[in-house]
């Protein structure tokens, strides 16, 4: 359980980071409906999902699969949009089309037919993807590297079941914002020369987190993904 004082306290600070989305919209010419906020809840509990729910709050991201599906069961009295954030394994592909409106993180062939074998089979609706892009490179480990990133888009586009949403990124943890800002701008050009070559629209970027989403807003974000800034730092994992 967490105090009243531990949820107003989540309230708060999810007021705050809306305004500075906001603020970072408008200097940047953009509207503030244009950006969404995606609160990543990962090591939180469930009362502190429940606190940002109260402040109005609708989209949250998980990151494991396990932790998420324990605290949508003890959520499923409240109407939730669910993002998938965190790496996904392929073998644990079945959960994700019933559980998440929005996957953040594909990232291979592999997983695509893993997620469209599932969707096929249960004769589920779409489930709308992003691909997650390797702006990183030799450090990061999660993601398409940019060479393989058109043919992925294209097999995807090529499933039924699958929605094809946008990009996604996760720069480098030891990058300065300011050192990050080239590749938030790097990733919307990606996609600005994906959209023509396979004639469909790309119209989400997931990018920005606590440390750095006025420069991912600025660089045209739409959807900015943050944890700590609402919820405080991470517990250690149980
Ligand atoms: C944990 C996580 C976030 C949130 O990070 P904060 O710095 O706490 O805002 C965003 N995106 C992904 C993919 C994450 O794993």
Known sequence: MISDIEAQ???DRLAGTLDA?????RVSGRRPEDVALVAISKFHPADAVRAAYEGGQRHFGENYIQEA??????LADIDISWHFTGRLQSNKAKFVPDRF??????????LAQALHK????T???TLDVLIEV????EGQKAGVEESELSALAEEVLGLSTLRLRGLMLLPPFDLTPEQRRPLFARLRELRDKL???LGAKLPDLSMGMTDDFPEAVMEGATIVRVGTRIFGPRPVKQ
Request: aromatic share 0%.
């Open 9 to 11: 306290g989540i309230r």
């Open 21 to 25: 989305v906001a603020e970072a919209a």
């Open 69 to 74: 599906l324990a605290k949508q069961d003890e």
């Open 101 to 110: 409106g929005l996957l953040h993180t594909l990232d291979g062939s592999k």
């Open 118 to 121: 599932r969707l096929a089979a």
């Open 123 to 125: 004769c589920a609706p």
């Open 134 to 137: 390797n702006l990183g490179g």
């Open 195 to 197: 959209e023509p070559s």
